[in-house]
């Protein structure tokens, strides 16, 4: 049971446009959703956070949305780099401290 | 100011032998996790732990696994008699107290098994 999906395998996006990533949850009670990016044999690096009880969190060309009824969140990149080609990663905080982590989609930008 | 150390980056086992994954977690931080990364996957939480103490092992499997985080050095994840299924990127994280939900990745131990 996949608690955290990224629906979308794989987004090619020109440079200077908007990256629109997106992942669905089914796991009411998480209390923290982080978006982290990982290049090939790296490890993920953190992004950007968004606690359960905020719709919105900005930093700089990172934005994270929060819609709690749809159970639903995305992460908008603008603009879009070269160098924000990678592969990005929905994570979910569980009770605990437990993240659960969707599948990972893999973002191009093209120059 | 280092981030989070793992090593060794890859080991190769044959099956039946034995893997040793160790993480040094970031100065000052004192709760450290290990994740597995299949191919084509995310990465899958097996343990946390603080010092000297499990916390929280709910995704380790039953058996051939083992995890511990002593009062000095660093956190070993232990893996008896390897599989061929047990090939993927182990990665570690840590975090500091305080409760703040980021974790931060070492680079990963890719083991892979013959």
């Known amino acids: 049971d996949q608690q955290v999906k990224q629906n979308s395998p794989s987004l090619s996006v020109q440079e200077g446009r908007i990256s629109i990533l997106n992942c669905d949850y089914t796991n009411s009670m998480f209390d923290y959703f982080l978006w982290y990016k990982k290049y090939p044999a790296e490890g993920p690096t953190f992004l950007i956070s968004?606690?359960?009880?905020?719709d919105k969190n900005e930093d700089g060309r990172f934005t994270v949305f929060l819609n709690k009824s749809a159970k639903h969140l995305s992460l908008h990149i603008v603009p879009s780099q070269p160098g924000d080609s990678a592969v990005y990663f929905c994570a979910a905080r569980e009770y605990g401290n437990k993240l659960v982590f969707g599948a990972g989609t893999i973002l191009r930008v093209k120059s | 100011n280092a981030g989070v150390m793992q090593n060794p980056r890859h080991l190769v086992r044959r099956r039946g032998q034995e893997a040793r994954l160790r993480c040094s977690p970031m100065k000052g931080h004192s709760h450290v996790y290990w994740y597995r990364q299949l191919p084509e996957e995310g990465l899958k939480f097996m343990v946390y732990l603080q010092k000297e103490n499990i916390i929280d092992e709910s995704g380790m499997p039953k058996e051939r696994f083992s995890a511990e985080f002593p009062k000095e050095g660093p956190s070993i994840l232990r893996i008896q008699q390897v599989v061929r299924g047990d090939s993927a990127a182990y990665f570690c994280?840590?975090?500091?107290?305080?409760?703040?939900?980021?974790?931060?990745f070492g680079p990963g131990t890719r083991l892979t098994v013959l």
């Open positions: 968004i606690s359960s009880i905020k």
């Open positions: 994280a840590s975090s500091p107290e305080g409760g703040s939900p980021e974790q931060f």
